[in-house]
């Protein structure tokens, strides 16, 4: 028999409280002294998330597409906020770097999807534009942190190379082509690798969530495959789209690599 | 002796973090000439060396490459201007692809043939290595050579030299040198050497300028500077204290 739905009370959740209980015995046994910041961890998840919830009732019962334009915005706002803060190294405007390249993503591929293959109607239901275009800031924030970082790395690594080809005449562009190269690919093989195996070991979160909520697994398959493929191209995307940018702030206009930028570290 | 300048520099000052690493530089480039820049470690050669090809700019004063800004035309500049690094980048891969790097943006380069290619390696002592080797397995002073040989394949105008022998062998230095030598003479090639080592540029430099703590502290013949006593002054003469500097 199929159950339509499992649905969780809060007693339900009060008794995963278990969980935590039975961790708190074990980090005791062993004397790890985490009990204290995991309280703290085990509060903050319950009030953040119960927070949430009540926060997206509301914001999924508004139906306007100012409302939508406008979260979304913000949504890009805060990922480049947070992209920025865990950038390590001191790159010129890479907020605005972040910026342009999550909108980019954000308008291309949350843009197909909702008109042309979901075909929501209107766009801007906030049950397809917040979850969706969720996912993609989220990925698009995370997949252009590290390849940012990368990049730093590369061009620390690769500075004797860079000068030397600007010596024999290159452009900034063909200078860092290399330093670009490795770091878009730390980025995409990884993801590649997680289309080659996934469904093999393990469901990814979305769709597991869709089966429990008794969605017909043959269409949670449809749902995690479109999201597989838009996850590789919002990292494709906003990653090129973000090294365009931050390649540029590494040169001055006289073809020369600003090497103070590759020195001192935020 | 040639007296066309090729490089003016007027008043050149670098400052990196408000610490002065030049002051003050006025001297000229004479076309075709053999410059050498002599100063102990530390003085300011390879910094010097970056402004011939715009690597760096000076944060005062001018330099003028052949009557115009040296910055005006970049992509004429670096084509004209080949520098060999005090510790040059040897890319992964094989000799040829380090000898073709430009031809990646040029086709005249992308276009040369192996023999060419084999000629160039020879013109630099490297005859036993072959176009496929790894250039990263090649010792550092065959990695020195490969990377005179592809800055020397781009046909420049000016070669700009930083230490080119300090990873070679007495012999091999001075048939290096010798190969500059020979063509700054038959392609009329400008060469700027910066050395601290006074001995061997004594038997190629036509002209020498003599850095010290980022000033220039003697310009002329080696004769003169040698009357003044400014080798003894730049800290030269003494070169085991110098290296430790
Ligand atoms: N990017 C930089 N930041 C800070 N200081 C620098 C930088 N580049 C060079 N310096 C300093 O400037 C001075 C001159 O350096 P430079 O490399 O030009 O000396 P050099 O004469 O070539 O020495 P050597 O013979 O050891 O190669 C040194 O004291 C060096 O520490
Ligand atoms: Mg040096």
Redesign the pocket.
């Given at each position: 028999m199929k159950p339509d739905f499992y649905v969780l009370t809060w007693n339900d959740v009060l008794v995963s409280l278990f969980f935590i209980a039975f961790s708190i015995f074990l980090i005791k046994k062993w004397k790890l002294g985490l009990e204290k910041t995991l309280l703290i961890g085990t509060l903050r998840t319950f009030v953040q998330l119960t927070l949430m919830g009540y926060v997206l009732t509301w914001f999924f019962d508004q139906q306007h597409w100012a409302f939508m334009l406008s979260l979304l915005i913000a949504m890009i706002f805060i990922a480049s906020w947070e992209g920025t803060r865990r950038q390590k190294n001191n790159i010129p405007h890479f907020f605005a770097a972040m910026l342009i390249s999550l909108l980019g993503a954000a308008i291309l591929i949350l843009g197909t999807i909702l008109l042309f293959i979901l075909d929501v109607e209107p766009w801007y239901s906030p049950y397809a534009a917040i979850p969706i275009g969720g996912m993609i800031i989220g990925n698009g924030l995370n997949s252009t942190s590290l390849t940012a970082n990368r990049f730093m790395g590369e061009l620390k690594h690769r500075e004797g190379e860079i000068e030397t080809l600007l010596a024999l005449g290159a452009t900034p562009k063909l200078a860092v082509y290399d330093a670009m190269k490795a770091s878009i690919h730390a980025a995409l093989i990884p993801n590649i690798n997680g289309m080659m195996t996934v469904g093999l070991v393990q469901l990814p979160g979305v769709m597991t969530g869709q089966i429990l909520a008794g969605i017909d697994p043959l269409i949670a398959v449809r749902y995690q495959i479109m999201i597989m493929y838009m996850w590789f191209t919002t990292a494709t995307l906003a990653n090129m789209i973000m090294l365009a940018i931050v390649y540029r702030q590494f040169f001055t206009n006289k073809m020369q690599l600003r090497?103070?930028l590759l020195?001192n570290e935020a | 002796m040639p007296s066309d300048p090729i490089f003016q520099f007027s008043n050149v000052s670098l400052k990196?973090?408000a610490?002065s690493?030049l002051k003050g530089l006025n001297f000229e480039v004479h076309k075709g000439e053999f410059l050498s820049v002599l100063?102990a470690?530390?003085?300011?050669?390879?910094?010097?060396l970056r402004m011939f090809n715009a690597l760096s700019s000076p944060t005062e004063g001018s330099i003028k490459f052949r009557g115009m800004n040296i910055e005006d035309d970049m992509e004429v500049l670096r084509k004209n201007v080949g520098i060999l690094f005090?510790n040059p980048a040897v890319f992964s891969g094989s000799v040829k692809d380090n000898l073709l790097l430009a031809g990646r943006w040029d086709q005249n380069i992308a276009q040369t043939l192996d023999h060419e290619l084999i000629r160039s390696l020879k013109q630099v002592g490297l005859n036993k290595i072959e176009l496929q080797n790894k250039a990263r397995d090649l010792s550092g002073g065959e990695q020195q050579r490969l990377a005179l040989a592809r800055t020397l394949l781009n046909h420049p105008q000016v070669l700009l030299l930083d230490?080119p022998t300090s990873n070679l062998d007495p012999k091999l230095s001075s048939s290096i040198m010798d190969l500059v030598n020979n063509l700054r003479e038959n392609l009329s090639l400008t060469v700027v050497a910066?050395s601290?080592d006074h001995v061997l540029m004594r038997r190629y430099a036509n002209r020498v300028i003599i850095?010290s703590h980022g000033e220039l502290i003697g310009e002329g013949s080696f004769e003169s500077l040698d009357r003044d006593q400014v080798f003894e002054q730049a800290g030269l003469l003494d070169t085991e204290a110098a290296d430790e500097t």
């Open positions: 090497r103070e020195r | 990196i973090d610490v690493i100063g470690s530390g003085a300011g050669k390879s910094s010097l005090q230490e910066v601290h850095l």
